[in-house]
């Protein structure tokens, strides 16, 4: 599968601006990882970091489910990948973690991210609170996903010209 970027039309409104930067640094993360072996997608490249791709798109799929079924919409959501014991257990992988499981429970958070942000107006107030304890607009919870995904985006550019060389914005 080949990962098409959209860049958002640039005389786009606030909303569909919005979440098209959000989909293009999703895509974009996507991308980093096309293409790489699970063991690859498992591999922290840059000691002492247990940082990798697969556990960026972990940690990801969770983010998404905090601020869009917990915070966003109010659900009660668990988390995926990490617990009390252990709060960087999206980032800890055992050596069984496939990519498929990985990209199709990120891709499947992304699909209720959605589905939730579309009952809102962007000034609309969350449901839930954040751990703490603030509520927030859905333009800034969008405004921090773009946050979220570009800085994590830097972390996969060098993470993947570590494993193999390949560069590329």
């Not at 993360?29 to 697969?54: F, I, N, Y």
């Not at 252990?86 to 199709?104: K, S």
């Amino acid at each position: 599968m080949t990962i098409q970027r959209h860049v958002p039309a640039t005389d786009a409104a606030d909303r569909a601006m919005l979440e098209g930067w959000l989909d293009y640094h999703r895509q974009t993360l996507a991308q980093k990882c096309e293409g790489l072996t699970d063991e690859q997608l498992r591999t922290a490249s840059v000691p002492p970091s247990d940082l990798s791709l697969m556990g960026l798109v972990r940690h990801m799929a969770d983010v998404e489910r905090g601020w869009y079924r917990r915070v966003l919409a109010g659900e009660d959501a668990e988390p995926l990948h990490y617990d009390e014991a252990d709060p960087d257990g999206d980032f800890h992988l055992t050596g069984t973690e496939t990519w498929q499981e990985a990209y199709t429970t990120w891709q499947a958070e992304m699909d209720v991210a959605r589905r939730n942000a579309a009952g809102f107006g962007l000034d609309d107030l969350a449901r839930g609170r954040h751990r703490s304890g603030e509520r927030f607009t859905l333009r800034w919870i969008h405004t921090h996903m773009i946050e979220e995904y570009a800085r994590h985006n830097g972390h996969a550019d060098l993470l993947r010209e570590r494993l193999d060389g390949a560069t590329g914005d």
